[in-house]
């Protein structure tokens, strides 16, 4: 099922999420809406706050592949990476921002099993941006410049 994506302005997406703890039946069905929330977008990545639920839960969908990461934790984040973003949750917006080039995280899956990753380039932006949000932080705090996004 297809959910809203709350937008700025919204104190949702200002929370710092609390830890997900109960790997059950309403977390896949929260992360199986999630994904088809994102297709319907067309985006990268989307947050569990961006659709009101304030739990640690992301999804990223990249050239790598689509991920699905429970409680993530930074390991460690190496290098600079400059370049533009968007989010679903500001519409219509486009800014520069600079980023780790290279991150490790933590992770469960939707089991409660956990994992590591790390992420280059354009993946560790995406999971940058996403994990943001799981602190209430939105790119436009980090953003050089915050325009009008070309359509
Ligand atoms: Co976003």
């Known amino acids: ?6 937008q700025v302005g919204d104190p949702v997406l200002r929370k710092k999420c609390e830890s997900v703890k109960r790997f059950d039946s309403a ?3 929260l992360l199986d809406d999630m994904k088809e929330t994102l297709e319907a977008a067309d985006g990268a990545g989307l947050a569990a706050p961006q659709v009101g ?11 790598e592949g689509y991920f699905e990461f429970i409680n993530p934790i930074f390991v460690w984040q190496k290098g600079e990476q400059k370049g533009p973003e968007g989010c ?3 519409r219509g917006k486009a800014g520069t921002v600079v980023r780790p080039s290279k991150v490790k995280i933590i992770f469960q899956d939707r089991k409660g099993d956990k994992y590591s990753l790390v992420a280059r380039d354009f993946f560790a932006r995406a999971v940058c941006h996403e994990l943001d949000h799981l602190d209430g932080i939105l790119y436009t705090d980090k953003a050089e410049n915050v325009r009008d996004a070309e359509e």
Do not use: C, H, K
């Open 1 to 6: 099922m297809i959910r809203e994506i709350v």
């Open 27 to 29: 977390l896949s069905s």
């Open 53 to 63: 639920v304030p739990i640690r839960a992301v999804i990223v969908s990249v050239d």
């Open 88 to 90: 679903l949750s500001v």
